[in-house]
Each structure stands twice: as structure tokens, then as C-alpha cells.
């Protein structure tokens, strides 16, 4: 069956890091990768999306790669700011109807 | 910004009662989407809908769930007979049409769903 892992325990680091998080999968190929985050009793919120045949997608501080050799997506955020404390989601699609298999999500916590 | 609102907020039930959850996608959205998380665990798909049809729907999604859009902005599940495990957040979301080649789906805030 399908699976999506993400770092099961949150991610700790310090304002002005990059926080790089982890997205591997298997028994899956999806057209499209898609990142959200995600705050406490809140719904998801579109990040990044990135094509089966993209290798790396930037948007400001965020710069997400897929390798679907390896089945794997890294999500990077730059100058990590506390704001930035959140889950973030992966999710996977295929084309069609886009419906999205989530990963449970890595929670990011940024200290000052 | 155009936003998908969800109704109500929260919604307390008893055990075997009926249930409508409600959306209102974005205006200019033609797929519409209704996800389940359970407390701590991964969003979890539920149902697809377009032209007014399901098009896709999950394992999750038997005889006691039911969509509909019965106007041009409304977009409802209703579950008939809760159950305790259907305590969840339930988030609707929308996507634009597929000429655009745009697969980002917009989410609501959800429904926090408690059944006692």
C-alpha cells in the first residue's frame, strides 16, 4: 500500500537556520508533490507544489526538491524566523481528479 | 484573498444522530474535496466531487456519508448515523479547473466534529 514518511519527531532549531524537512514514499507515483502548513486546530495551507519532471521549486525562503529516483522531497526553509513554527504537510498527487494522500506532517518549532 | 469558509465551527452530536457539515468553495472553483483528520493522526481523503458527481471516493467514505451541492456556492456532507469514531476535523476544500494545470486545493478552516 502507499506511504508517506515524514521525520516523526518535530524539528528543533534556532532563528536565522535553514530547517530542512524530509519527505520519503514508496509503493507511489505521483505526478505532483505539494507541501502545506498547518497550525493547531486550523485547516491546511498551500505552500509549493512541484512536478514529477521539476527538480527544485523556490518561492521566497522556500525551496523544495523532489527526486523520483530516490522517492524523496526535501523542504527548505531559509532564514527560519519563530512565524515560521508550524506543521508542514506533505502530500502527494496524481492528475485527474488531484485527490491528496497527506504524510502526518513534521512539526517545526523556531526559537528566538 | 478569495477563502473556502466551513460551517459550523464546532458541532456536538450524539451517537447515531445526523449530522450536515457545510462549505462554501471558492467562487471560481470546479473541484471540490472533503477531508477527515482525527485528532493527532494524517488528513485523510474522504471524497472528490465534480459536475456535480463524486468522482473519486475513499474506503472511508461508505453508505453513511453523502455529498451534495444543491446550489451554485453551497457544498455539504452529511453523515447519517454518527458514530464515536467519526470524531474528527473535517475539511472541505476546493481547486480551480483543470485548464489552468492548477492541482493546489484551497482548504477551509474545518469542522471540529464530536460525537458523544
Known amino acids: 500500500s502507499q506511504k508517506i514518511e515524514q521525520n516523526s519527531e518535530a524539528l528543533n532549531i534556532q532563528e536565522g537556520k535553514t530547517a530542512t524537512l524530509t519527505c520519503n514514499y514508496t509503493?507511489?507515483?505521483?505526478?505532483?508533490l505539494q507541501w502545506y502548513r498547518q497550525d493547531p486546530g486550523r485547516g491546511p495551507v498551500f505552500l509549493l507544489l512541484?512536478?514529477?519532471?521539476?527538480k527544485e521549486k523556490r518561492k521566497e525562503r522556500l525551496k523544495v526538491t523532489f527526486d523520483t529516483t530516490l522517492k524523496q522531497s526535501l523542504f527548505h526553509i531559509t532564514a527560519s524566523q519563530p512565524a515560521d513554527s508550524a506543521t508542514y504537510l506533505c502530500?502527494?498527487?496524481?492528475?485527474?481528479?488531484?485527490?491528496?494522500?497527506f504524510g502526518k506532517g513534521t512539526m517545526l518549532l523556531v526559537s528566538p | 484573498e478569495p477563502e473556502v469558509t466551513q460551517t459550523p465551527s464546532h458541532q456536538v452530536t450524539q451517537m447515531g444522530q445526523e449530522v450536515i457539515l457545510r462549505c462554501v468553495p471558492i467562487?471560481?472553483?470546479?473541484?471540490f474535496y472533503w477531508y477527515r483528520q482525527i485528532l493527532g493522526q494524517k488528513v485523510e481523503f474522504l471524497v472528490s466531487?465534480?459536475?456535480?458527481?463524486?468522482?473519486?471516493k475513499s474506503e472511508i467514505f461508505d453508505d453513511q456519508f453523502s455529498v451534495e451541492r444543491p446550489d451554485g456556492s453551497n457544498f455539504t456532507l452529511k453523515i447519517r448515523s454518527t458514530k464515536l469514531e467519526d470524531s474528527a476535523m473535517y475539511f472541505c476544500?476546493?481547486?480551480?479547473?483543470?485548464?489552468?494545470?492548477?492541482?493546489?486545493?484551497?482548504f477551509g478552516p474545518g469542522t471540529r466534529l464530536t460525537v458523544t
Open positions: 476544500a476546493s481547486r480551480a479547473q483543470a485548464r489552468t494545470s492548477s492541482y493546489e486545493q484551497y
Open positions: 509503493n507511489y507515483s505521483p505526478a505532483y
Open positions: 512541484i512536478r514529477e519532471n521539476e
Open positions: 502530500a502527494l498527487g496524481s492528475s485527474g481528479y488531484s485527490t491528496l494522500t
Open positions: 467562487s471560481n472553483h470546479l473541484y
Open positions: 466531487f465534480y459536475n456535480n458527481e463524486i468522482s473519486e
